[in-house]
């Protein structure tokens, strides 16, 4: 059964307002304001440093804000602390297992701190992040990546709708990313939980998240749609025209600010404009061999907005 969601469930989940934290001098988040939309996995990617471990952990109630709030399901992180903490998991650091126990012992420990999870629940978590074939083995013998899903199993049994995960690919190798950046996805579908995640790895975040903030030095760049549906899909991107008049095609398109690129003619267009481009074109008899769109990569979007420093 996949999550649907209803009218109730348009607000953000999590809204981030002018959240900003000062040390000393040095402003170390400044005036960070975001929205979390419900059942998405959803990246917050920036350089080592930029303030993403900071962010997170004013968002869990680790570290006070300067100024500001942050709502989770309505909730004040600040002065509703109990309330809004319920809604989420997290893992801000590694996850802490006992080794020498199996995943299932440590599974069952945890339940037992937090009221009202049964025996049943910890047979769906373990199911759902692929588990099952090892949860009666000890946590010793098992890999990175699959310590990291035993985390992330822990984090979610108490049904949050907010699963913070803080740079969860660190140290994992491409099987072990993989499977992560599947079980991910997998819970935002079939749980509907708001999986948000940390990372300064933009193919990673290009490839896991449905959408990404992207924050430099403390501020907040831009917020881009990674995934068809989502903003960048509806955003204009570089059409090249192939055709056997290129001079003439680019005449012809001049208003739309069309350069000459080899043998083709490249504009700046939406679907619906490219569309209109393209009859244009044939309208005046040039020949249209194919149209490409030439969608930049989120490490050409993060150079271009960043000024290329610090990139990963």
Do not use: W
């Not at 600040?78 to 309330?83: G, I, L, P, V």
């Not at 819970?187 to 939980?193: C, F, R």
């Not at 896991?208 to 903030?213: E, H, N, Q, S, T």
């Not at 430099?216 to 509806?234: C, E, F, H, M």
Request: charged letters at 25%; aromatic letters at 4%; proline letters at 3%.
């Amino acid at each position: 059964m996949h999550y649907q969601s209803g009218q109730s469930e348009q607000q953000p989940i999590v809204r981030l307002q002018q959240v900003t934290k000062v040390i000393g001098r040095r402003t170390i988040i400044d005036n960070l304001t975001l929205d979390l939309p419900r059942a998405e996995v959803f990246g917050f990617l920036g350089p080592n440093g930029s303030g993403k471990t900071t962010t997170i952990r004013m968002m869990v109630g680790l570290m006070k804000m300067t100024k500001g709030d942050v709502l989770i399901e309505g909730h004040s992180i600040h002065s509703d602390y109990e309330n809004a903490i319920r809604h989420v998991g997290a893992i801000v650091e590694n996850p802490e297992m006992y080794k020498y126990l199996t995943g299932f012992q440590n599974l069952l420990h945890y339940s037992r701190m937090v009221p009202g999870i049964t025996k049943q629940r910890i047979d769906e978590v373990v199911e759902l992040v692929g588990l099952k074939s090892r949860i009666h083995d000890k946590v010793k013998t098992y890999s990175l990546g699959m310590r990291q899903r035993l985390g992330v199993a822990q984090a979610i049994m108490h049904k949050p709708s907010l699963l913070i995960l803080d740079e969860p690919t660190n140290g994992l190798d491409p099987a072990g990313i993989r499977e992560l950046r599947d079980y991910l996805r997998k819970l935002a579908k079939e749980e509907g939980i708001t999986v948000f995640v940390s990372s300064h790895l933009l193919s990673e975040m290009e490839l896991m998240c449905d959408r990404v903030a992207i924050i430099q030095s403390g501020k907040l760049i831009d917020v881009r749609g990674i995934r068809p549906g989502t903003s960048l899909a509806d955003e204009a991107n570089q059409v090249l025209f192939e055709v056997d008049r290129p001079d003439e095609a680019v005449r012809l398109l001049a208003e739309y600010g069309a350069s000459r690129e080899e043998d083709a003619a490249l504009v700046r267009a939406d679907r619906e404009t490219a569309a209109r481009m393209n009859a244009l074109l044939v309208e005046a008899g040039i020949k249209v061999y194919g149209i490409r769109v030439l969608n930049k990569s989120l490490e050409d979007q993060f150079l271009e907005m960043t000024g290329g420093e610090q990139v990963v």
